[in-house]
């Protein structure tokens, strides 16, 4: 049984109320929301917090959390959130729209590294391996990164949405890699739907 949509108005007000603009008066936003691949009403999530804190923020732009999938041209952008040819260069000139490349070591920061032992730990003995943990390094251009995006049963994490938009989100290779051979070995059958799994842990 499905449950009812919620008037675009519900919505709307939910997100103001959620997103106090003295929280964000002053400060540098970025938007982590997902690509192509997911589906979520972006356009009115994006249209609300933009209407609602753009003259509060310093700033206001948006990372898309590809993984290691394919880059976006920023018509396409355009479209996931969605903004028209014409307001783009009118309405919404000032916001940055950035693919993650999560495969150009340039345009990361290393945060730290997982021990050996660590990774044997989370992946309860199936991998051990030092692991470097980097991320996107836009996130020190920021004072707030703010996760706009669905949560869906996921076949590698269990559940996608939340911290999954950073790792691996907009995580570089090597923990990319880790995470996703992790679920691998778990299999899929065990880990999509399961909200506590070892890759999430990671």
Not at 7 to 31: C, H, N, S
Request: net charge negative; with cysteine; charged share 20%.
């Amino acid at each position: 049984m499905s449950l009812p949509a919620l008037p675009v108005g519900e919505v709307r007000e939910k997100i103001r109320a959620y997103l106090r603009p003295d929280d964000y008066r002053g400060k540098r936003l970025l938007l982590i929301v997902p690509d192509g691949t997911r589906t979520a009403p972006l356009p009115l999530l994006f249209d609300t917090i933009f209407q609602h804190l753009s003259r509060e923020v310093q700033r206001l732009d948006v990372l898309f959390a590809l993984g290691t999938h394919p880059p976006m041209s920023d018509a396409q952008m355009c479209q996931l959130l969605g903004i028209g040819p014409h307001e783009r260069q009118r309405l919404f000139y000032q916001v940055g729209l950035f693919n993650h490349e999560w495969d150009q070591p340039e345009y990361l920061t290393q945060l730290g590294t997982l021990t050996r032992r660590e990774t044997e730990e989370l992946s309860n003995g199936l991998m051990s391996e030092e692991v470097p943990v980097s991320i996107n390094a836009r996130i020190h251009d920021y004072d707030v990164l703010l996760v706009v995006g669905p949560v869906f049963p996921h076949e590698v994490v269990g559940f996608s949405g939340g911290n999954k938009y950073f790792f691996p989100g907009i995580a570089g290779a090597e923990i990319l890699n880790f995470f996703h051979w992790l679920g691998a070995m778990i299999t899929n059958a065990s880990i999509i739907g399961v909200k506590h799994t070892p890759v999430r842990k990671v």
